[in-house]
C-alpha cells in the first residue's frame, strides 16, 4: 500500500502561481512513475503532468511551458510547480502513484481555482 497527500492548492488569480506537493509513504519502493491528474466540474479527469523513476517526464499539451513537475527523492514528494495560471486550470488536482506495473494509488485531492 502506498499513501499520498497533497498540499498546496488554493485560490489564485489569473498570471499567477502555486506550488502542489505530493508527499508518498508506505511500500513506496514499487513505485514506478508519479503523476499528477485534474478534474473539473463535469469533465473527466486528465492527465497533467508525469515522472518516471529515470526523470523522465511528460506534459499535457495544454500545460506544456506553464507547469513543472520535479520531485525530491529524500523527501519522497513530487511537486507541480504551476506558472502563467489560467481559469480553465482550475480543477480539483490529484497525485497519482503507478505502483507495481499493474496498480495505481492516488491523493484525496486538492483544490485550484484561478480566478479574480
Known amino acids: 500500500q502506498v499513501q499520498l497527500v497533497e498540499s498546496g492548492g488554493g485560490l489564485v488569480q489569473p498570471g499567477g502561481s502555486l506550488r502542489l506537493s505530493c508527499a508518498a509513504s508506505?511500500?513506496?519502493?514499487?513505485?514506478?512513475?508519479m503523476g499528477w491528474y485534474r478534474q473539473a466540474p463535469g469533465n473527466q479527469r486528465e492527465r497533467v503532468a508525469t515522472i518516471t523513476g529515470r526523470d523522465s517526464t511528460n506534459y499535457a499539451e495544454s500545460v506544456k511551458g506553464r507547469f513543472t513537475i520535479s520531485r525530491d527523492i529524500p523527501k519522497n514528494t513530487v511537486y507541480l510547480q504551476m506558472n502563467s495560471l489560467k481559469p480553465e486550470d482550475t480543477a480539483v488536482y490529484y497525485c497519482?502513484?503507478?505502483?507495481?506495473?499493474?496498480?495505481?494509488?492516488w491523493g484525496q485531492g486538492t483544490q485550484v481555482t484561478v480566478s479574480s
Open positions: 508506505g511500500n513506496i519502493f514499487r513505485i514506478n512513475a
Open positions: 497519482n502513484a503507478e505502483w507495481g506495473g499493474a496498480t495505481s494509488f
